[in-house]
């Protein structure tokens, strides 16, 4: 008996391995998933301009990047409002007080992010929304507006014959600088309940649309992935228990069965095991005992930190210091 649409979704024939470098770009759903890949030891750089919806701002972010164009202190991205400056590109977290700490902030992830795609085996894609803000006075395209009067902002809803064209050109830039790079595009599965629920699917659709037709179409260097994030919560989970409680967001155990279908698609069984054995090393130094001195527990420590230490030695591309530094600290108290 079937209680559940099914979505096949073929495997892989390029694989996603702990040596690799990924970069993910794009809304909250990028978030979910780069916070597992983490967890797991991949090495993933997860959405260092901070949380990107639509995909204007994602390539303009990407663009900007691979030129390494600096921002400066007259650059029109930046504005001050009681007190406090912002980016009308990158996430509220750079806001500060101080405008030369922004500028630092905003110039330290463009290096960062311009260094992992030159290197980067991966890039993943998610695009949330296909509406985009404007500011009324320069035309310039905004990916933040920072709780600002909707009154200085002229939205608009991109086609997705524009979201091709644009991101056509990116593509062909991308593979330009890493030939190697693998791109894999997702539509986000939250949905826009402030646009409306009717205009938040004809904004999904512009994005499906758009992220078939990159994907059916291969450019000179490589050929783009789609991944159906969207389709899967909206089908094949279809119930608000995995929802969280806005009725929006996926709940976290729809996040991890998302994700474990992620990983079906582009992870071999014998890396997923290795994302296991890491798993198993968080949840024994995320234990807290009741007598952390106790002879018992000390040699339980000991037990972990010998593990990790063979696991390191026996995959050395895998980031393990932290969590070899804890058990040091906990061995010391």
């Not at 301009?49 to 691979?66: D, Q, V």
Request: with cysteine; aromatic share 8%; hydrophobic share 40%.
């Amino acid at each position: 008996m079937e209680l559940t649409t099914r979505i096949d979704i073929p495997k892989s024939t390029d694989h996603i391995g702990h040596e690799h470098r990924l970069l993910l770009l794009g809304s909250c759903f990028a978030d979910e998933i780069g916070e597992r890949l983490c967890r797991d030891k991949f090495d993933a750089l997860v959405n260092p301009m901070g949380t990107l919806y639509n995909p204007a701002s994602i390539c303009a972010h990407l663009l900007r990047c691979l030129s390494e164009r600096e921002y400066a202190a007259d650059s029109p991205e930046l504005v001050e409002t009681e007190g406090i400056w912002h980016s009308w590109m990158h996430h509220g977290s750079f806001s500060c007080d101080d405008r030369d700490e922004l500028l630092r902030r905003m110039n330290t992830a463009l290096h960062m992010t311009a260094e992992r795609l030159r290197n980067a085996d991966w890039l993943l894609l998610t695009f949330g929304t296909s509406y985009i803000y404007r500011l009324k006075t320069t035309d310039l395209l905004v990916a933040n507006c920072h709780k600002q009067p909707d009154g200085l902002f002229v939205r608009q809803r991109m086609a997705a014959v524009d979201i091709v064209d644009m991101w056509r050109t990116a593509l062909q830039l991308l593979g330009a600088v890493n030939p190697r790079l693998h791109i894999v595009f997702t539509v986000s599965p939250i949905r826009h309940r402030r646009d409306g629920l009717h205009e938040n699917q004809l904004s999904k659709s512009e994005l499906l649309l758009a992220t078939d037709t990159l994907s059916q179409r291969s450019t000179l260097y490589a050929q783009p992935l789609y991944f159906p994030a969207y389709e899967l919560l909206l089908d094949e989970l279809r119930d608000y228990r995995f929802y969280a409680d806005d009725l929006v967001h996926p709940s976290s155990l729809a996040a991890d069965y998302i994700y474990q279908r992620f990983c079906d698609t582009f992870v071999t069984p014998a890396e997923q095991t290795l994302s296991e054995q890491c798993r198993h090393i968080q949840r024994a130094l995320n234990h807290r005992p009741f007598h952390a001195d106790s002879q018992q527990h000390q040699q339980f420590l000991y037990n972990t930190l010998e593990q990790i230490q063979q696991l390191k030695q026996a995959h050395p591309s895998l980031d393990l210091e932290a969590e070899i530094a804890l058990c040091h600290t906990l061995l010391k108290k």
